[in-house]
């Protein structure tokens, strides 16, 4: 099993709300992403990170922002959430290299009202 | 056109049948190959790598045509524990990965 935690499973909040999804994983991985997963689509890649003070953006835009100040430690930020930010955010860690398996955390269900 | 495609399903098998799964990919610099499996509501864990001479774990077997860009899944034997939604995995540079949207598995008894 792999070791990557994510809280809160589940998050409902109004329009307008600060929120942070948190990511932690305990395996040293250096490489971590997030996916955004609405119900029955595929996985699309919004943010990932090669190592501390390192953040990209990925192939989906997203509002949302990320930190990696520690390797273990991955959260992402929504500033002001939005209906149209409901879904499943799914966040990964693999070692390096190229074309390592990733593991995937269990994911936050987010519903914005 | 998705950079990776796959039949959504859903295959509805019974038990011990056979079934497999196809999928193509549109960039042709791709390197590495997965299957994932993801139960619903959770989130996709890896049944395997796929490698250009073919490989099989146990019921499953994975095989790789780099030249028509096509990756299949074959599951022999097939368990109720094995409904799921089987994601086709390609890494798009480094370690990005682009997945494509599933084809779901149902198993009856």
Known sequence: ?113 | RKEVEQDPGPFNVPEGATVAFNCTYSNSASQSFFWYRQDCRKEPKLLMSVYSSGNEDGRFTAQLNRASQYISLLIRDSKLSDSATYLCVVNKYGNKLVFGAGTILRVKS
Not at chain 1, 2 to 19: C, E, M, N, S, W
Not at chain 1, 42 to 63: C, F
Not at chain 1, 99 to 113: A, D, I, K, S
């Open chain 1, 1 to 113: 099993e792999a070791d990557i935690y994510q809280t809160p499973r589940y998050l409902v909040i109004g329009t307008g709300k600060k929120i942070t999804l948190e990511c932690s994983q305990t395996m040293g991985h250096d490489k971590m992403y997030w996916y955004q997963q609405d119900p029955g689509m595929e996985l699309h890649l919004i943010h990932y990170s090669y190592g501390v003070n390192s953040t990209e953006k990925g192939d989906l835009s997203s509002e949302s922002t990320v930190s990696r100040i520690r390797t273990e430690h991955f959260p992402l930020t929504l500033e002001s959430a939005r209906p149209s930010h409901t879904s499943q955010y799914l966040c990964a860690s693999s070692e390096g290299g190229g074309g390592e398996t990733q593991y995937f955390g269990p994911g936050t269900r987010l519903l914005v009202l």
